[in-house]
């Protein structure tokens, strides 16, 4: 079930990528719609273990010039919504931990 935790802008100019480290083809850039590569879905794709091994995440917005690592600012905020209650996949649970040094929590 989908649950947007912030609504989309529908003139959405910032654009989110995710480097996946895959068992046989290596890292690569996943493929997203223009509708799902924002912030809300990469994180809620993550927690959801959509990604293999997410190793990357970036943000860039070509109206205004610019693009950033934003790897750390998404693994904090996973961290922020598994201490909320969340439940998170095994690799986004590494993910928050590689890029936080925190262990976030296993709900069962």
Request: aromatic share 8%.
């Amino acid at each position: 079930m989908r649950v947007d935790l912030v609504p989309i802008p529908i003139d959405q100019t910032t654009v989110y990528q995710v480097l996946d480290e895959l068992r046989t083809q290596g890292r690569v850039w996943c493929e997203m719609a223009e509708a799902e590569a924002n912030e809300p879905t990469i994180i809620e794709y993550i927690a959801e273990g959509q990604f293999n091994h997410p190793a990357r995440v970036i943000a860039f917005n070509t109206e205004e010039g610019w693009s950033r690592d934003v790897t750390k600012d998404i693994a904090l905020k996973l961290l922020d919504l598994s201490m909320e209650g969340w439940v998170l996949g095994a690799a986004a649970r590494d993910f928050v931990e590689r890029e936080t040094g925190q262990t976030a929590r296993v709900i069962v």
